[in-house]
């Protein structure tokens, strides 16, 4: 069995995040690969005509991944899966998810592959606020996915994208069109252009054998791996357990007219 390819999508309900999916899965897998849609517990389902397009999807296997008492990442899917995409949830902070998503990784050997931010330009643009929100979203993405446009100026999608060039960030950022993504292929091509290191292979971090005597030749200190994680600006706590960098509650921007799916 060959290990599948794992993709963590962030970003806020009702951004469309399940309408992209569809066009990557679509126009972005062969016949060959068998895919799996795994929800956080939290998110709603889908409506209509995006549940519906889901449900037409060939190969394609619809999961919750949940959390355990402890608040582990639970998640099984068939043995010849070839892409499990996990759709995190979005009414909730994005580190947390993160956090849990960059744990499993770890603790069942599936790197990940690419994380995807789909931003809702017209919230963001209702919703100033919202900009930490999507930064930290942003932080931890190789793709960024401009939708929901339609009703948003210009000069703030100039702007939205200019600010994330200005912090020289190595993150793709594409337009999310009426009928998905210029190259899918691209967008799911599963090369790391993130900032954050939280998903990164363990081995590939430089003199960490070195930074431990006592370690058995060829092993790191799991301690060490998390230390390092716990680096990250968005991941690290004060000892009280509070985050060092809050977040906007992104649910009180939610609430309202039930968004698009």
């Given at each position: 069995m060959?290990?599948?390819?794992?993709?963590?999508?962030?970003?806020?309900s009702g951004a469309g995040r399940r309408h992209v999916l569809v066009d990557l899965i679509e126009?972005?897998?062969?016949?060959?690969?068998?895919?799996v849609l795994a929800t956080a517990g939290h998110e709603p389902p889908p409506e209509p005509p995006v549940a519906d397009a889901l449900a037409a999807l060939p190969g394609l296997v619809?999961?919750?991944?949940?959390?355990?008492?402890?608040?582990?990442?639970?998640?099984?899917?068939?043995?010849?899966?070839?892409?499990?995409?996990?759709?995190?949830?979005?009414?909730?902070?994005?580190?947390?998810?993160?956090?849990?998503?960059?744990?499993?990784?770890?603790?069942?050997?599936?790197?990940?592959a690419r994380v995807f931010t789909v931003v809702d330009c017209a919230l963001g643009h209702a919703h100033p606020e919202l900009q930490r929100w999507f930064e930290a979203c942003i932080h931890f993405?190789?793709?960024v996915l401009l939708a929901r446009r339609t009703s948003?100026?210009?000069?703030?999608?100039?702007?939205?994208?200019?600010?994330?060039?200005?912090?020289?960030?190595?993150?793709?950022?594409?337009?999310?069109?009426?009928?998905g993504v210029d190259n899918p292929a691209l967008v799911l091509e599963p090369q790391a252009r993130r900032v954050s290191t939280v998903f990164d292979d363990p081995s590939e971090w430089p003199?960490?054998?070195?930074?431990?005597?006592d370690a058995e030749d060829g092993e790191?200190?799991?301690?060490?791996?998390?230390?390092?994680g716990a680096t990250d600006p968005y991941l690290e706590r004060y000892p009280s357990g509070r985050r060092v960098k809050e977040l906007?509650?992104?649910?009180r921007f939610l609430d309202g007219p039930p968004p698009v799916q």
């Open positions: 060959s290990t599948p390819l794992v993709y963590l999508v962030l970003g806020t126009n972005g897998l062969s016949a060959e690969d068998r895919a619809s999961t919750t991944w949940m959390r355990a008492e402890d608040g582990r990442l639970v998640l099984d899917f068939p043995a010849d899966t070839t892409h499990v995409f996990l759709l995190a949830d979005g009414r909730g902070d994005p580190a947390d998810e993160v956090e849990r998503v960059a744990a499993w990784s770890r603790e069942t050997a599936l790197p990940i993405s190789d793709v948003v100026p210009n000069a703030w999608i100039g702007e939205f994208t200019a600010h994330i060039r200005k912090q020289h960030l190595p993150c793709l950022v594409e337009l999310v069109k009426k009928d003199d960490l054998e070195d930074e431990d005597d790191i200190d799991p301690a060490l791996v998390d230390s390092i906007p509650d992104v649910r």
